[in-house]
């Protein structure tokens, strides 16, 4: 259990206009990372929607061919670079210093360039469209990527490096924030799970984002300078260019899960009233994941050549990484067995999110086998298993994390009646869209072409129907968070009853987050043992009875 000494007990309002300015404050940024991100979720949502639209029917009658093929690279490299990979810096941003007692980031100066190089970045890619975006798909894989759009092209080079060095600097900051200011007496086995997760994702990021950067320099000297690293027809190697890109792209996944199974070990013990279930085993993992996330990157090339002992070694490597991610997932379902669960909507996103990440694990392991890589490569069930991955393991954890911390971030709670109805629309939308898309892999659709045989339209239009619940889903979403910021009822300081150290000042915190330096007076996580009883006044009648029930 943790406690301050002192804490801050009253609300701070800020001034929108706060997180328009180049704050130095780690919450500001915080915030103002998860807006921008999710501005960039609506925006690659949409053409997601497109794509979808277009895929409704085997012809192209929605967009050309050259179009859709700018949609979906641009679609990926928003929702990979832009949503996913900025929301969990922007929940690193906000949380650490409040969860390990620090008045702000390391570096607070470059904390706030970190974040300012997102926005021009986004808008550098999106500009693409104005000269012809890049037609390659996400890869980017020469030669096609010399061959076409060469002004898009450049202009994606140049966004991916803006954004992989705001990438570099947040990770610096996570680091050192982490080992260097702790409160006295939070040894690393007392520190929370989130800190772990964040500390794995931050030394991949520092590992593998420089390699892709030299990766684009030298793709970018080729499309401009007419070099030859990667370009065939002047005796350079694509597959060094594969190498190189993979290198960064599959510890990417991690980069992007990490921070959300961080997060959702801090949900489930809160909102199960129960400790943790193998604290020391699943901050590990997360260790062991960073570490086995550097060494699997080939499979992935599977069909591009590589020597069979490599692909042999890849193919076990890739299983084996399925052992780490196993112990979190038993150690969440042992958290929540026997447990006093609540079902509020970041307890149904968390479990959503188990659900959703074992589906795309379960088939992360079959495609880690070589030969049946061999059959579904570059079919939709490569894009089947991508979205159970992301969408299933990062973009529901983003949603968990952000309905538990709001009232701590903004001052109100939100309404968990519309936050349940986004979770039905959202989960059902997930499974409708993407389950069809393994059976359409199976029976040999390739992915990224608009148009298709005829035989595949009835599971295609299944997919753009759970596309549209997902659009529909955004709506609840975004009405329900803008409305209760504004008008919510006030939150209290500990809503859910948590007993990390955020959960100890007011809501939202203070300035330098504590009066007074907090102390650590107990060993980690004790939920529901011990510790202050949550605040259910917020709650109906019938809410606050049943929720009670469940504390005790």
């Not at 979720?41 to 929607?49: M, N, R, T, W």
């Not at 061959?147 to 991916?160: A, D, H, N, V």
């Not at 079959?366 to 992301?390: E, G, K």
């Not at 608009?450 to 659009?471: E, H, I, R, V």
Request: glycine share 10%; aromatic share 16%.
């Amino acid at each position: 259990m943790t406690a301050p000494t002192a804490t801050a007990h009253h609300h701070e309002e800020r001034l929108w206009w706060h997180f328009f300015t180049f704050s130095t404050d780690h919450k500001v940024i915080g915030i103002q990372y998860l807006v921008t991100s999710f501005l960039f979720y609506f925006i690659g949502g949409s053409l997601a929607g497109v794509i979808r639209t277009e895929l409704a029917t085997p012809a192209s009658d929605v967009v050309s061919p050259e179009l859709y093929n700018q949609l979906f690279t641009v679609h990926a490299t928003v929702m990979i670079f832009l949503w996913i990979v900025p929301a969990g810096a922007a929940f690193g941003n906000y949380l650490i210093p409040l969860m390990i007692g620090a008045k702000d980031m390391a570096f607070p100066v470059l904390n706030a360039i970190a974040f300012w190089l997102i926005p021009p970045g986004g808008i550098l890619l999106m500009s693409s469209f104005l000269v012809g975006a890049p037609q390659a798909g996400w890869t980017s894989y020469p030669p096609l990527s010399l061959l076409t759009g060469k002004p898009g092209e450049f202009i994606w080079i140049l966004s991916l490096l803006m954004l992989g060095t705001s990438s570099i600097l947040g990770a610096i900051n996570f680091m050192v924030t982490i080992w260097k200011m702790r409160i006295p007496r939070m040894d690393i086995h007392s520190m929370p799970l989130f800190c772990w997760a964040m500390i794995a994702t931050s030394a991949l990021i520092l590992l593998s984002t420089p390699v892709l950067a030299g990766a684009l320099i030298l793709l970018a000297f080729d499309l401009m300078a007419g070099t030859s690293f990667f370009n065939p027809a002047g005796g350079g190697d694509p597959i060094v260019y594969q190498h190189m890109f993979w290198f960064y792209s599959h510890p990417a996944v991690y980069i992007m899960i990490l921070p959300f199974f961080g997060a959702l070990s801090e949900i489930l013990p809160v909102h199960a009233r129960k400790p943790i279930f193998g604290y020391r085993a699943i901050a590990y993992s997360s260790l062991i994941i960073s570490f086995l996330g550097l060494i699997v990157w080939a499979h992935h090339m599977f069909t591009s050549g590589v020597p069979g002992w490599l692909r042999m070694f890849f193919m076990i490597t890739t299983m084996i990484i399925a052992v780490p991610t196993g112990i979190k997932i038993f150690g969440w379902l042992g958290t929540l067995w026997g447990g006093k669960i609540s079902f509020t909507t970041p307890m149904l996103f968390g479990m959503g999110l188990i659900s959703a990440f074992l589906i795309g694990g379960l088939t992360g392991v079959m495609v880690a086998s070589v030969p049946f890589d061999i059959h579904v490569h570059d079919t939709y069930f490569i894009v089947a298993h991508l979205h159970y991955v992301l969408f299933g393991g990062s973009v529901l954890g983003i949603f968990a994390a952000t309905y538990h911390w709001f009232p701590k971030m903004t001052g109100r709670m939100y309404n968990e009646f519309w936050g349940r109805v986004h979770f039905a629309l959202t989960f059902i939308g997930l499974n409708l869209t993407f389950m069809p898309m393994h059976e359409l892999g199976l029976l040999g659709m390739n992915r990224r072409v608009a148009m298709y045989d005829p035989q595949f339209q009835n599971l295609n239009l299944l997919c753009s129907f759970g596309t549209l619940l997902l659009a529909i889903s955004t709506f609840p979403f975004v009405i329900n968070m803008v409305w209760s910021w504004l008008k919510g009822p006030q939150a209290a300081n500990n809503p859910w009853g948590g007993l990390t150290l955020e959960w100890q000042t007011s809501s939202p915190p203070s300035i330098e987050n504590f009066d007074e330096l907090p102390v650590m007076t107990s060993g980690p996580y004790d939920y529901g043992l011990g510790g202050k009883k949550a605040d259910f006044s917020f709650l109906k009648p019938k809410q606050r009875v049943m929720a009670a029930s469940a504390e005790k």
